[in-house]
């Protein structure tokens, strides 16, 4: 196994001063709910809300006009990797995300930046910034201001902000019976992390996480535009179970995963199987593995790896039958050779289900 550190000499690996890496870091499903359930609900919803906090979705999104809405939502992390550039990228492609699976368009973005400035030269805090504004860059936004904080762990995220025609806006919730479920990425983004902080990652297996996890989810943009897409979210820290069953229950239907043809990073299995899983990946099946139903014969390593934690995660989409191909299209078009569709939606119980 090749070891992959920081490139900045005397500077600490930023994986070492975090407890947790990328969304991994996020709260579990069952205490985030718990939380919830006791904040008390907003006083003030105005009508131009179109998407709140109903149905877990990806972010807000208020209405503007009759030919725009604002999609607004936030995103920050502590290291998934060391080498600070690459930590930068992950953190914004990752916040970005959020704005295309609304089927919104970027438009600006605010800095989130909590570093332990004893501890990090300032070169490693400005390579995170960098990375950062380099990703914003690519998707054609700036960077307009932000806020910073000396912090006990590193942290680094964006706000970011962007545009949809309020007919266009894509959700979480809508998927319908009959429909078809494709996945723009493959998993095991949570196992490569594990693996690379006990430096059991090889070169090239850490080369396929940088690649994934700094792709920006852009065709989320032309989905929107296709009547036939549904619904439409990214994968992130829940894992694709906990996402799935959040379009499941916000959609009020049964989703089918079909096991073999979820795509999954090379030697991801092999990694799992040997016990490179995080510890969000057992919080997340603790959480919400009631609801899902798995078939008689699935791979050992498959509670895992449904549960396994997806920094920068691909886009999950229930479109119709007859729009698939078109879906296809587009992602392949846009770089994301491993998009596929990997189950289907029936009508049912709000649940999921995993086929062998």
């Given at each position: 196994?090749?070891?992959?550190?920081?490139?900045?000499?005397?500077?600490?690996?930023?994986?070492?001063?975090?407890?947790?890496?990328?969304?991994?870091?996020?709260?579990?499903?069952?205490?985030?709910?718990?939380?919830?359930?006791?904040?008390?609900?907003?006083?003030?919803?105005?009508?131009?809300?179109?998407?709140?906090?109903?149905?877990?979705?990806?972010?807000?999104?208020?209405?503007?006009?009759?030919?725009?809405?604002?999609?607004?939502?936030?995103?920050?992390?502590?290291?998934?990797?060391?080498?600070?550039?690459?930590?930068?990228?992950?953190?914004?492609?990752?916040?970005?995300?959020?704005?295309?699976?609304?089927?919104?368009?970027?438009?600006?973005?605010?800095?989130?930046?909590?570093?332990?400035?004893?501890?990090?030269?300032?070169?490693?805090?400005?390579?995170?910034?960098?990375?950062?504004?380099?990703?914003?860059?690519?998707?054609?936004?700036?960077?307009?201001?932000?806020?910073?904080?000396?912090?006990?762990?590193?942290?680094?995220?964006?706000?970011?902000?962007?545009?949809?025609?309020?007919?266009?806006?894509?959700?979480?919730?809508?998927?319908?019976?009959?429909?078809?479920?494709?996945?723009?990425?493959?998993?095991?983004?949570?196992?490569?992390?594990?693996?690379?902080?006990?430096?059991?990652?090889?070169?090239?297996?850490?080369?396929?996480?940088?690649?994934?996890?700094?792709?920006?989810?852009?065709?989320?943009?032309?989905?929107?535009?296709?009547?036939?897409?549904?619904?439409?979210?990214?994968?992130?820290?829940?894992?694709?179970?906990?996402?799935?069953?959040?379009?499941?229950?916000?959609?009020?239907?049964?989703?089918?995963?079909?096991?073999?043809?979820?795509?999954?990073?090379?030697?991801?299995?092999?990694?799992?199987?040997?016990?490179?899983?995080?510890?969000?990946?057992?919080?997340?099946?603790?959480?919400?593995?009631?609801?899902?139903?798995?078939?008689?014969?699935?791979?050992?390593?498959?509670?895992?790896?449904?549960?396994?934690?997806?920094?920068?995660?691909?886009?999950l989409v229930a479109c119709s039958a007859d729009s698939a191909r078109q879906v296809l299209d587009i992602f392949?078009?846009?770089?994301?050779?491993?998009?596929?569709?990997?189950?289907?939606?029936?009508?049912?119980?709000?649940?999921?289900?995993?086929?062998?």
């Open positions: 196994m090749t070891t992959i550190h920081t490139p900045t000499p005397g500077a600490p690996r930023l994986t070492s001063l975090s407890h947790g890496g990328g969304c991994g870091c996020k709260i579990a499903p069952g205490v985030l709910s718990h939380i919830l359930q006791h904040s008390g609900a907003s006083a003030v919803v105005p009508p131009e809300l179109l998407v709140g906090i109903e149905t877990s979705d990806d972010a807000a999104v208020y209405r503007l006009n009759d030919s725009q809405a604002l999609v607004a939502t936030t995103d920050f992390f502590m290291p998934i990797v060391d080498d600070p550039y690459e930590f930068g990228r992950i953190a914004a492609t990752n916040a970005l995300s959020d704005v295309y699976a609304m089927g919104g368009r970027p438009i600006m973005a605010l800095a989130l930046v909590a570093m332990p400035v004893a501890q990090l030269p300032v070169e490693v805090i400005g390579a995170i910034v960098r990375g950062g504004q380099d990703v914003c860059r690519a998707a054609g936004i700036p960077i307009a201001g932000g806020h910073t904080i000396d912090s006990v762990e590193p942290i680094y995220g964006l706000v970011a902000m962007g545009l949809v025609h309020p007919g266009q806006v894509r959700r979480n919730a809508g998927a319908q019976p009959g429909d078809v479920l494709i996945l723009g990425k493959p998993l095991g983004v949570g196992v490569y992390s594990a693996a690379l902080k006990k430096e059991r990652l090889s070169a090239a297996h850490y080369r396929l996480l940088i690649d994934s996890t700094t792709r920006l989810n852009t065709p989320g943009t032309l989905l929107a535009e296709l009547p036939g897409v549904h619904a439409m979210t990214d994968v992130t820290g829940f894992g694709l179970a906990g996402h799935a069953l959040e379009m499941a229950r916000g959609s009020g239907v049964t989703l089918a995963l079909d096991w073999p043809r979820v795509p999954l990073f090379d030697g991801v299995p092999e990694l799992a199987a040997a016990g490179f899983v995080t510890g969000a990946s057992g919080r997340n099946w603790a959480a919400y593995g009631h609801d899902v139903q798995l078939a008689d014969g699935l791979p050992a390593t498959a509670q895992a790896l449904l549960a396994d934690p997806q920094t920068s995660g691909g886009l392949h078009q846009q770089g994301f050779a491993q998009a596929g569709v990997i189950g289907s939606v029936a009508a049912g119980a709000a649940q999921l289900q995993v086929r062998n």
